[in-house]
């Protein structure tokens, strides 16, 4: 494994105020080419924990970048996805394309549990407020529970074909998740009741989601062909849990945000291609080159961990250049 330090952040947005950060990325490679590192959670111990999506394994590697091992999932193709830390310690994951929810220990046990919908493609996972772990199911249009024990619950979402892509842990108690076909964002309570929101604009393809700082929700809209859709998003929208929706452009035209969390500076960020985008509360949004190209996951973006467990460093994968890596932080 290498590291390296790369220079200084480029600032692309005209408005001008204090930088946050001291302008430094790190990089780790990954031993095997083409891996597709995807999403990235941190547990309790600070062991970085994140998904390869290309190459079929779950990989953790201490905060330095030292003792990184990989773990071979038993069944081909089947895609890990998202990955977060459970109320049981253990780290646990969607398998995309397995129709799966993976759970490891810390020490590297691996258990799966098979989700009742056939094909139900589930994405994002994240941890309640009742200790168990939530999921959407892409194509089977529900939002799937599973305990600590494996035992798995669904529930079917009312909007026929709402393509649930991500999901996190609101303020009120409740899970908030994206409807990325019906632009819409859906609040489900842990006894399962699901209330809709519609979005200002029809075709704006909502995508991952967290709980800011300030108590609201905030996600991104996708831009571009994704998914069989083709989408007008290319913004962070803040939503308050009553439903109020404010639209940020983004300022970069190109590409798409893919997803978004709460930085060690209580700001708002998110990764698109080859760029860290900083969000404050009142939507003033910078830009930020990474070395690498594919920014994929952040850290908090998927586990909804406390950003305090973040000491300074905004993880997140760089699919693109196989890597892992992270923005440092003063």
Known sequence: MSGRVAGALVL???????????????????PHPNSGPTTISIASDGT????????????????????????????ANSSPRIIAVGSDNNIWF?????????????????????????????????????GAMWFGEFTGNRIGRVATDGKITEFPIPTENSGPRAIAAGPDG??????????????????????????????????????????????????????????????VVRMTPAGKVTEFAIPSAMGSPINIAVGPDKNIWYTKGNRLGRVTSDGVITEFETPGAGATGLT???????????????????????????????
């Open 94 to 130: 969607t398998e995309h394309t397995g129709n799966r929810i993976g759970r490891i220990t810390p020490s590297g046990a691996l258990s799966e549990f098979p989700i009742p919908t056939a094909n139900s493609q589930p994405r994002a996972i994240a941890l309640g407020s009742d």
């Open 174 to 235: 409740t899970l908030w998740f994206s409807e990325f076909n019906a632009s819409k964002i859906g609040r489900i309570t842990t006894k399962g009741a699901i209330t809709e929101f519609d979005l200002p604009r029809p075709n704006s393809g909502p995508g991952d989601i967290t709980t800011g700082a300030d108590g609201n929700l905030w996600f991104v809209e996708l831009s571009g062909r994704m998914d069989g859709r083709s989408v007008d998003g290319n913004r």
């Open 48 to 75: 970085l924990w994140f998904t390869e999506g290309a190459g079929n394994r779950i990989g953790h590697m201490a905060a330095d970048g030292t003792r990184l091992q990989e773990i071979d999932l038993p069944n």
């Open 12 to 30: 692309t947005c005209a408005l001008a105020f204090a930088l946050d950060t001291d302008g430094k990325f790190t990089e780790f490679s990954l």
């Open 300 to 330: 908090a973006g998927s586990d909804r961990q406390p950003p305090d467990r973040l000491t300074g460093k905004l993880w997140f994968t760089e699919s693109g250049t196989n890597k892992i890596a992270y923005l440092n932080f003063k």
